[in-house]
């Protein structure tokens, strides 16, 4: 499973990509049958920082992504516009 974004100056439903990348995460943990906490544990990446990722909250690294696609066994995909 991939998680896609477009980089460039495109907004979703009014949506800033660090939004649009916490949406599809929090999409892909439910369809992966995984609760919050059950992601953290997974990843290794606090459960109250996933919770901020998947609402927008929070500038997520490439380093903490990369812990939480990996658990989810997805990847990211950049395209450009």
Known sequence: MSLFL???????????????????????RKIRG??????AEKSGVNHANIYRIEHGKYNVSIDILSK??????????????
């Open 6 to 28: 477009r980089v460039g100056n495109n907004k979703i439903r009014g949506m800033n990509n660090r939004e649009e990348i916490g949406l599809k995460v929090a999409e892909i």
């Open 34 to 39: 995984l609760t919050v906490r059950g992601l």
């Open 68 to 81: 939480v696609l990996t658990a989810l066994d997805a990847k990211l995909n950049i395209q450009t516009l």
